[in-house]
C-alpha cells in the first residue's frame, strides 16, 4: 500500500517536484534466479522489523557488562575505554574492503600504516625492528620464543630451559611448552619482585631466556632489572619481557633501555580496541638487533618511495600468520597514536599509575595488600580477612557485579591467596574510581552485618550465581529464542 502511495505520489509531479520510487528491486529477486535453485517451501525465518532487530541486539548489549557500560577493573587486561575514532578509522573502505591477496602495488596505503606503526612501536619500547604478525600476546610469545631458538641454533649453542618468574601469566610456560622448552619457575622475594638468589642457582649454560614480565602481575616494578639483564647476558641468554602490562610505561620507560631482546605488546590492551571473550588481538614483537634476521617473512620495506614485501630472509622463522595478522587492530593502534602523540602517551601512563595508587591507597583500608610499596597501573589485594569470616574474593567479584561493575581478576597471580587484582585504567574519572570505593566500602560492612547478602551474590544481573562446577561438567549451550526482551 505505501509503495503504490509512493509510486503515485512520484509520477503525480504536479507541484514540479516529483519523489522517487521506493528503494527496492521493482522485480522480485526470485525472477532473477534460475527456477532450479529456489527453495520449494518458504524458509522458516523469522519475519522482523528492523527496530525489533535493533532492540534485540542492543537488549543483548545490555545483558553483557562492557567498557562502555560501567567499570570494568579486570586486572592484568587493561580493559580501557576504546574510543570511536579508532572505529571510523578502522572501518574506512579502503581498509576495510582490501583483500589480503591484492597486489602490493594497490595496497600501499595499508603497508604505509603497518610501516609507519612497526616504527611508533620500536620508538615506545626501544627496540631495534618490530613484526606485525601474531595475533595475540600469547602468539607473539611463541613467536619470541622461536626467534630465540633461532638465533641459539644460528650460534651453534642450542639451549633447553626457559626460567620464568612465579607471578608469571599463565599464557608465559604454556608458550615456553609449546614451543619445545623446558619451564623452569624463579621464585619472587619478600617484596614481590625476582628472587636473585633463586635465579642464579638456575641460570646456567642451558638457560635460553627468561621470560619476565615488567611491571610484574603484582603491578610492581622489576627495579633490579639492570642487574638481572647482567647476569643472563653474562650466561649468554636472552632476556624475554611480556610486554602486556606496557601501559604502565608509555614515554616513561623503553624496555630497550635496559637491554631487553625480545618483547610482545599487545594492541588490544595497551593501545585500545575492544577485547575480551576471546578476541581478536594483534600481538606484535619488537627485537633487539641481534634478533633481526630471524623476523617473521614478509618484512615490509621501504624502497623509495614504495613499500613492499621482503620475504628473501634466509635466517627468517617463517610466516606465523597466514597473511599478515589483525589488521583492523592496527589501524586503531595506529589512530590512537597519532591522536595522542608522544606527550599524550606518556600521560596515559601517568593517569594509570595515579588511579591505581588512588584506588590502592582507598581500599588498604579493607583489604589486606600483601606487597605494599607503590605500584604501577595496577594492584593485587587479599581477601584473606574476608575469608575468616566466611567470604572468598569469589564472593566479593560476584557482589560488585549487582553495583554495575565488571568483577576484578580474581585467583591471580596465584602467589597471593584470595587474590583480586584491581587495574583501573586512565580513563576512568575520579568520580567513577570514588563510586567503586564506596562500592567495596558497602561489602565490606555487609561481610560483617549481613554475609548471606554477598555470599548469594549477584542479586540483580540477568543470570544469577552459577554453580560452576555443573556450568562445566553439564554444560547446557541449548539455543532459546525466547530468552531475550
Ligand atoms: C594478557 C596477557 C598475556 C596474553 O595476551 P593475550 O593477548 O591474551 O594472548 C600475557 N601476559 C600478560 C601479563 C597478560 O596480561
Known sequence: MY?????????????????PPMDV????????????????????LPELSE?????????????????DKGFYPLGSCTMKYNPKLNENMAR??????????????????ALQLMYELTGYLAEIAGMAQVTLQPAAGAHGELTGLMMIRAYHENQGNPRKNVLIPDSAHGTNPASVTISGYNAIQIKSNASGLVDLEDLKRNLNGDTAALMLTNPNTLGIFENQICQIVKLLQDEGALIYMDGANLNALLGIVKPGDFGIDVLHFNLHKTFSTPHGGGGPGSGPVG????????LPVPVIVKQGEDYVLDDKRPLSIGKISSFFGNFGIMVRAYTYIRRLGASGLRKVSENAILNANYLKAKLSSVFDIPYSGPVMHEFVA??????????????????????GVHAPTVYFPLIVSEAIMIEPTETESKTSLDNFIAAVYQIASEIEK????????????????????????????????????
Open 450 to 485: 549481613e554475609p548471606q547478602k554477598v555470599k548469594e551474590a549477584p542479586h540483580t544481573t540477568p543470570v544469577l550465581r552459577l554453580d560452576e562446577v555443573r556450568a562445566v561438567k553439564d554444560a547446557n549451550f541449548r539455543y532459546q529464542f525466547e530468552s531475550v526482551g
Open 382 to 403: 587479599s581477601a584473606n580477612r574476608q575469608k575468616k569470616l566466611g567470604i572468598k574474593a569469589l564472593d566479593i567479584g560476584k557482589r560488585l557485579l549487582d553495583f
Open 25 to 44: 528491486p521493482e522485480k522480485s529477486l526470485a525472477s532473477l534466479i534460475p527456477a532450479r535453485f529456489l527453495r520449494k517451501n518458504a524458509a522458516r
Open 3 to 19: 509503495e503504490k502511495l509512493s509510486f503515485e505520489l512520484s509520477v503525480s509531479g504536479r507541484t514540479g517536484y516529483s519523489l
Open 51 to 67: 527496530p525489533e532487530v535493533v532492540r534485540h541486539f542492543i537488549a543483548l548489549s545490555l545483558l553483557n557488562h562492557h567498557v
Open 92 to 109: 574506512l573502505p579502503g581498509f576495510s574492503q582490501l583483500h589480503p591477496l591484492q597486489d602490493v602495488s594497490l595496497a600501499q596505503g
Open 287 to 294: 627485537v633487539s638487533k641481534k634478533l633481526i634476521p630471524f
